[in-house]
C-alpha cells in the first residue's frame, strides 16, 4: 500500500491533516481528458473531532467504495537519495533501511521505509529515493481513516504531491522547478516528464517573507543555489521556468521578485490550467489544500 503507484481508476480522494484540521479533494481522471476537481473543502477542528468529520465525509462520499489517499506530514518522514546497493529488487528496501540508520535519526524499529526509483536519463548513478516514516503516526492516520470507514490505498508523501501538480498545471515537458512554501519551510522541485530528479526543503517558508528586499533576496539565493547544483550534478536534463504554487497571498509579488533575481523565468502557477473545475470557487487557497490537491493529481504514468 505504501506508495502504490498502480493505476487508480477513475476517482482519487485525498486528505491531509494539520494541528487546525483536514484538508479533503476528490478528483476524476478520464484517459487523455483533463483531470476534474470535483470537491475541494478545509474543514476547520480540533484533531479530536478528526473521526467525526472523517465519518461524514466518508457518509456523504461513498467512501468505502472510492480510493483514497493521504499524504504525510512533512514532520513525519525524512526522504534520502541513496546509492541502490547490489542486491535484488525485492531485497532493496531490508538492505537500505540499515544503510541509512545513522543519518535518519529514527530508530529503525520504529520506521517504516520504501522506495521509489530516480529517472534513468538523470545522469546520476544508480540511485533510489528512500522514505523513511514514522511508524508510531503513520499507523494513526491509518487506524483513524479505517474507523471511518475510508478505502486507504496510498500513502503519499509532500514532493510526489507536488511532483503531481507541477505536471499536470504546469506542463513540465521541458522541466519545471516547482515550489511550494509553506509557513515555515517550503518545498523545490525539479520535474520532467512527470519524473522526480531533485528535490530538497527550502529554510524559508512565507511567514518568513516580510516582502522586503533582504528576505526577498535571502529566498532567490536559496533557490538560485538550487538550480546550480541542479546543472551541476544532471547535466543531462534541462529546466526551463520556475513554478511558485500559490499558496499565500503575497505569491505574485514574490513571484515578480524572483522572476528578476534567478536565471530562470519564474511564475504563479495557474490552478486552472490543466484542470476542469467542477466545484465553485476555488478560494480560499491554502497551502495544504493544495499539497491535498497535489496527493488527489497522483500520476498514473509512474509505476512502482
Not at 499536470?168 to 521541458?174: E, F, H, R
Request: a negative charge; aromatic letters at 8%.
Amino acid at each position: 500500500m505504501f506508495f502504490n503507484r498502480k493505476p487508480i481508476g477513475n476517482t482519487l480522494c485525498a486528505f491531509s491533516f494539520n494541528a487546525e484540521g483536514l484538508s479533503f479533494v476528490m478528483v476524476e481522471k478520464n484517459g487523455k481528458e483533463k483531470p476534474r476537481i470535483l470537491h475541494w473543502e478545509t474543514v476547520s477542528c480540533p484533531q479530536n473531532d478528526y473521526l467525526v468529520v472523517l465519518r461524514g465525509l466518508s457518509k456523504q462520499f461513498k467512501l468505502s467504495k472510492r480510493r483514497c489517499a493521504f499524504t504525510l506530514h512533512a514532520d513525519d518522514y525524512r526522504l534520502l537519495h541513496v546509492d541502490a546497493p547490489p542486491v535484488p529488487e525485492d531485497e532493496m528496501v531490508a538492505a537500505i533501511k540499515w544503510d541509512v540508520q545513522d543519518i535518519i535519526d529514527l530508530p529503525v524499529e520504529e520506521t517504516t521505509f520504501d522506495i521509489f526509483p530516480t529517472p534513468e536519463d538523470s545522469g546520476q548513478s544508480k540511485s533510489v529515493n528512500v522514505v523513511a516514516a514514522r511508524r508510531a503516526p503513520l499507523v494513526e492516520k491509518i487506524e483513524l481513516l479505517k474507523k471511518a470507514k475510508i478505502n486507504l490505498t496510498i500513502v503519499d508523501i509532500e514532493e510526489l504531491a507536488l511532483l503531481n501538480l507541477v505536471s499536470a498545471v504546469s506542463g513540465d515537458v521541458k522541466g519545471v522547478v516547482g515550489i511550494l512554501l509553506h509557513d515555515s519551510y517550503g518545498v523545490i522541485n525539479f520535474c520532467k516528464n512527470g519524473e522526480l530528479y531533485f528535490t530538497r526543503r527550502l529554510e524559508l517558508g512565507f511567514n518568513n517573507l516580510d516582502q522586503t528586499h533582504d528576505t526577498l533576496e535571502s529566498l532567490a539565493l536559496e533557490i538560485q543555489r538550487s538550480i546550480d547544483y541542479f546543472d551541476r550534478h544532471f547535466s543531462t536534463t534541462s529546466m526551463s521556468s520556475v513554478a511558485l504554487m500559490p499558496s499565500f497571498e503575497a505569491a505574485t509579488v514574490v513571484s515578480q521578485f524572483l522572476n528578476n533575481n534567478l536565471s530562470l523565468p519564474c511564475v504563479v502557477s495557474d490552478l486552472h490550467e490543466g484542470l476542469e473545475w467542477i466545484v465553485g470557487s476555488i478560494t480560499p487557497i491554502t497551502d495544504d489544500l493544495i499539497l491535498t490537491l497535489g496527493a488527489a493529481l497522483r500520476s498514473e504514468k509512474v509505476v512502482a
